[in-house]
């Protein structure tokens, strides 16, 4: 029996939009797009807090084939990217590909038809030559299990499910988390909040941001020249890189520049806050680079503010009326935001329980193994599978450059398949252990494993300890080897 599909991808975000891109490029037009959402977009969708924004510059955070001239600012607010992503959508003509609403549970590889059998949450079944899973890192919600936190008699907000509209007028509000949503969310709370408590447990590197709102003249420049928007993309592409390279990955050879972004950073909070013991609880004490570090002018400042203060005592439980910390005082407020961010170790590695050959389950070999994919793609025993949010796949800072190296490894694995007129692969057991080494063997001069990283909390971390998001090359690497790698890597036609 034919499979149904030519190919499913779980997940409409930005990710999911570029497989979907390059499988209609590839002439695989007949392919589904399953989304739990009622719309596209991803992490665009669903996160619409306010002061939401990239913290890329937008000529970089986008498709470089489908440049937008029109960013209102260097760093575009959330609603652009929103929009941006539904422009895509039309333009290659994705959306009617798309089925909202629609969560997968599953898919087991069926060895007889060669091919992916979809399980769809309450019920159904799709079958489909090729599965995409494009379903995320920062896409399941997590919130702490705090004790009592089901009694707290005011609001509750996810900075994941933003009441639009939420007035935080006269709010006695608290925040917990400090990582880059919040640093994008606290100034917009303060300028509302009657007073606000900010939780940290993890201080963050915040490094000053050069933003500023893209006059017309320059939006029609980029529109009527687009080499000028290319070029443009080209500095901050490779500022980024530098910064990339210098502060993370190469951290034993260039250990004095990294003190250089460290000092910076620490320059920008002294010159920002007031308050010397503040200024001491806001200064990380691991190393710049352990986890993702983020760019605000604002977020510092707020600590100024005489309505706001930065609570350190850990959350011990929450009572009906506010927060009590384990040194034993309440914080009476009556609207707690949740900040705090996503389950990606356990929730998405991977998102849906996925069966390959011989019975093997993904998450348990991950887990059972160590977490790896072949240039961040594709995993033996799994035929025909493209794991698109794999561990070692997040290369550079800017999540397009990731997106658009897969879509190049997409090319040049399904033209191989064609040109020797096949339907199945599946990546080499040695490939894949070669590559594996190559990346645990660069991790060890990274600030990873060389710096001081004890204290970060940082999702770059599995459980296990391992840096396993990243990859660890420049990100022209990653896009060389995307169509230069060894065809022979993977074995084509019926695996035994
Ligand atoms: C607040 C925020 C700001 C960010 N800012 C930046 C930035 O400035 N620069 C940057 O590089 N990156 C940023 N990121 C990271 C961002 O997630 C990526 O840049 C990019 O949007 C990821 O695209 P994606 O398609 O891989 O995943 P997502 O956008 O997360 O999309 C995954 C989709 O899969 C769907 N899905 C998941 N599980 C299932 C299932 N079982 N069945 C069906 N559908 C499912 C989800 O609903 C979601 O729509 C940010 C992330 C967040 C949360």
């Given at each position: 029996m034919a499979p149904r599909y030519d190919a499913v991808v779980v997940g409409a975000g930005f990710g999911g939009m570029g497989a979907a891109i390059q499988l209609d490029r590839l002439g695989l037009s007949n392919y589904l797009v399953l989304e739990r959402e009622d719309d596209l977009g991803g992490t665009w969708h669903v996160n619409r807090y306010p002061?939401?924004?990239?913290?890329?510059?937008s000529v970089t955070y986008s498709y470089s084939f489908e440049p937008n001239p029109?960013?209102?600012?260097?760093?575009?607010?959330g609603a652009e990217l929103k929009a941006y992503a539904e422009h895509v959508a039309d333009k290659y003509d994705v959306r009617r590909r798309m089925r909202f609403g629609t969560t997968v549970e599953g898919a087991r590889w069926d060895d007889d038809g060669e091919y992916w059998i979809v399980s769809i949450a309450g019920g159904g079944v799709v079958t489909s030559r090729y599965l995409l899973t494009?379903?995320?890192?920062?896409s399941q919600p997590y919130t702490p299990p705090f004790p009592g936190i089901d009694s707290f008699a005011g609001d509750i907000l996810h900075t994941t499910a933003w009441q639009d509209g939420f007035d935080l007028a006269d709010r006695r509000v608290a925040v917990i988390g400090t990582g880059a949503t919040a640093v994008q969310l606290i100034p917009e709370v303060a300028r509302k909040a009657r007073a606000l408590t900010v939780f940290q447990r993890t201080p963050i590197w915040v490094v000053p941001k050069i933003d500023a709102a893209i006059p017309e003249s320059v939006q029609r420049l980029f529109e009527l020249v687009p080499a000028t928007q290319q070029a443009a993309r080209l500095v901050n592409t490779g500022l980024l890189e530098a910064l990339m390279v210098v502060g993370v990955l190469h951290f034993k050879q260039v250990k004095m520049l990294h003190a250089g972004v460290s000092m910076l950073a620490k320059a920008h909070l002294w010159a920002s806050v007031r308050d010397r013991r503040t200024r001491e609880q806001l200064t990380p004490d691991y190393d710049f680079g352990c986890k993702r570090p983020t760019f605000s002018n604002r977020y510092f400042a707020t600590f100024n503010q005489r309505h706001v203060r930065l609570e350190t005592e850990r959350i011990d439980h929450v009572v009906p009326e506010g927060i009590v910390t384990a040194d034993g005082r309440t914080i009476a407020i009556d609207t707690l935001i949740l900040a705090t961010g996503f389950d990606l170790w356990d929730a998405n590695f991977p998102a849906i329980e996925i069966i390959g050959r011989d019975g093997v389950n993904l998450g348990k070999f991950w887990r059972d193994n160590r977490f790896q994919a072949y240039e961040g793609i594709t995993v033996p025993k799994f035929p025909n599978f493209l794991s698109l949010n794999s561990p070692y796949s997040y290369s550079g800072l800017s999540y397009f450059t990731t997106i658009e190296a897969q879509m190049k490894h997409m090319g040049r694995l399904f033209g191989e398949l064609r040109r020797r007129g096949e339907t199945t692969f599946e990546v080499t057991e040695q490939a894949n252990a070669a590559f594996l080494d190559r990346v645990t063997a660069k991790l060890g001069s990274s600030v990873f494993y060389d710096g001081d990283c004890a204290t970060a909390h940082s999702y770059y971390f599995n459980p296990h300890g391992e840096a396993a998001l990243l990859r660890p090359t420049s990100t022209i690497n990653a896009h060389r080897e995307a169509v230069a790698?060894?065809?022979?890597d993977y074995a084509y036609g019926k695996i035994a």
């Open positions: 002061g939401l924004a990239v913290d890329i510059a029109h960013w209102s600012r260097l760093f575009a607010p494009a379903t995320g890192f920062l790698f060894s065809l022979d």
